[in-house]
């Protein structure tokens, strides 16, 4: 899922603080699930919001609103027939929902509730790690189901590095080295010979290097 | 026991701490509470393992928010007794009423009551 973290009160506070109505617009789908913008947290915030609004005396209309997805058409217009009730828009959904949004309702400022950051995996309860940098062009059946380009702060694809102690990163105490993993994991699997096999140079323009990247299925397309 | 505490109090019953939402700790500052405490079981002692450990962490998390948004985290409050500890409870009543005396009224409490009696707080 793609995690993101609630940003702080005050400078969600500072944004909006000329506003006269705002409307806190959640998202049903990973920010729900990493507890940083779904139904509870657009609740959370709107509470504050409207508390920190009365104690100044001011009549600040905060809607709330969660939709199943602010990544798709079909949702997004869900809110048109209320989007002009208000001024402007935090949105709580990652940088996709922020933006999507955004694009939609072209004359309505839409400002960000949490920081995007990566795309990972629930460890445990209250605890995210990135697992994927979305690099286009996947090598994990070589790799043994460890990524090197998001585990490893190189993204060396034919490590370890000197950095490599004790089973950790150079960068810090706790982060694992991804290239351990990944042997480790080869060594699990009976797989140690893929470990001899050279990785050629990747071909990173799948990867940001090539810009903004899109997918078109034609097939998909009506 | 008929022990006494404060009559300032309302009880709302939960079926574990653990059901206590950081929102349920929000809407009473909201409307105008001027404090709110959690009672849980003796962290150890929940039935449900982890509930009012739960419970302890959106204490917390909400005590942050209401500092950050000048309402006062100390007006709100968890703690734990085991649920034969009339003694206790009525202790951390007091406490409780004492602590809110101290800060004051809430100051959402204030503005509310401005508007109700046709304040130009608007």
Same mark, same amino acid.
């Given at each position: 899922?793609?995690?993101?973290?609630?940003?702080?009160?005050?400078?969600?506070?500072?944004?909006? %603080?000329?506003?006269?109505?705002?409307?806190?617009?959640? /998202?049903?789908?990973?920010?729900?699930?990493?507890?940083?913008?779904? %139904?509870?947290?657009?609740?959370?915030?709107?509470?504050?919001?409207?508390?920190?609004?009365?104690?100044?005396?001011? *009549?600040?209309?905060?809607?709330?609103? #969660?939709?199943?997805?602010?990544?798709?058409?079909?949702?997004?217009?869900?809110?048109?027939?209320?989007?002009?009730?208000?001024?402007?828009?935090?949105?709580?959904? /990652?940088?996709?929902?922020?933006?999507? #949004?955004?694009?939609?309702?072209?004359?309505?400022?839409?400002?960000?509730?949490?920081? #995007?950051?990566?795309?990972?995996?629930?460890?445990?309860?209250?605890?995210?790690?990135?697992?994927?940098?979305? /690099?286009?062009?996947?090598?994990?059946?070589?790799?043994?189901?460890?990524?090197?380009?998001?585990?490893?702060?190189?993204?060396?694809?034919?490590?370890?590095?000197?950095?490599?102690?004790?089973?950790?990163?150079?960068?810090? %105490?706790?982060?694992?080295?991804?290239?351990?993993?990944?042997?480790?994991?080869?060594?699990?699997?009976?797989?140690?010979?893929?470990?001899?096999?050279?990785?050629?140079?990747?071909?990173?323009?799948? *990867?940001?290097?090539?810009?903004?990247?899109?997918?078109?299925?034609?097939?998909? %397309?009506? | 026991?008929?022990?006494?505490?404060?009559?300032?109090?309302?009880?709302?019953?939960?079926?574990?701490?653990?059901?206590?939402?950081?929102?349920?700790?929000?809407?009473?500052? =909201?409307?105008?509470?001027?404090?709110?405490?959690?009672?849980?079981?003796?962290?150890?002692?929940?039935?449900?393992?982890?509930?009012?450990?739960?419970?302890?962490?959106?204490?917390?998390?909400?005590?942050?928010?209401?500092?950050?948004?000048?309402?006062?985290?100390?007006?709100?409050?968890?703690?734990?007794?085991?649920?034969?500890?009339?003694?206790?409870?009525?202790?951390?009543? =007091?406490?409780?009423?004492?602590?809110?005396?101290?800060?004051?009224?809430?100051?959402?409490?204030?503005?509310? =009551?401005?508007?109700?009696?046709?304040?130009?707080?608007?």
């Amino acid at each position: 899922m793609i995690v993101a973290e609630k940003k702080p009160i005050e400078e969600i506070i500072d944004t909006v %603080k000329d506003c006269q109505s705002i409307l806190v617009l959640g /998202c049903n789908e990973c920010v729900t699930v990493c507890e940083a913008g779904g %139904k509870k947290e657009v609740g959370l915030l709107a509470s504050a919001l409207r508390m920190h609004f009365l104690q100044q005396g001011r *009549d600040v209309n905060i809607g709330e609103r #969660t939709l199943e997805r602010q990544c798709d058409h079909e949702y997004l217009e869900e809110i048109r027939d209320i989007i002009d009730l208000y001024e402007t828009v935090v949105s709580i959904a /990652c940088g996709v929902g922020v933006q999507f #949004t955004a694009e939609k309702y072209q004359t309505k400022p839409v400002y960000p509730g949490v920081n #995007t950051l990566f795309m990972g995996a629930n460890e445990a309860r209250g605890v995210w790690s990135e697992r994927c940098q979305g /690099c286009g062009q996947c090598l994990l059946a070589v790799s043994g189901g460890i990524c090197p380009v998001s585990r490893c702060a190189k993204r060396i694809l034919n490590g370890p590095c000197g950095g490599s102690s004790g089973g950790k990163c150079e960068i810090h %105490k706790d982060v694992p080295c991804g290239w351990q993993l990944i042997i480790d994991r080869l060594k699990a699997l009976g797989r140690m010979d893929d470990y001899e096999k050279i990785t050629p140079i990747k071909d990173w323009s799948s *990867d940001r290097a090539g810009g903004p990247r899109k997918v078109v299925r034609e097939d998909l %397309k009506l | 026991m008929r022990l006494s505490y404060p009559t300032a109090i309302k009880i709302i019953r939960v079926p574990c701490t653990g059901k206590v939402d950081t929102l349920h700790l929000m809407r009473p500052f =909201e409307k105008g509470a001027d404090g709110v405490y959690v009672v849980g079981c003796r962290e150890g002692d929940c039935h449900y393992n982890s509930g009012n450990f739960r419970a302890k962490a959106r204490v917390e998390q909400t005590r942050k928010v209401l500092d950050t948004i000048g309402i006062g985290g100390q007006r709100l409050q968890m703690y734990n007794l085991s649920s034969s500890d009339g003694p206790s409870f009525a202790r951390f009543a =007091e406490e409780m009423q004492a602590r809110i005396v101290a800060a004051g009224p809430n100051p959402i409490r204030t503005v509310l =009551e401005k508007r109700k009696n046709g304040g130009t707080q608007r």
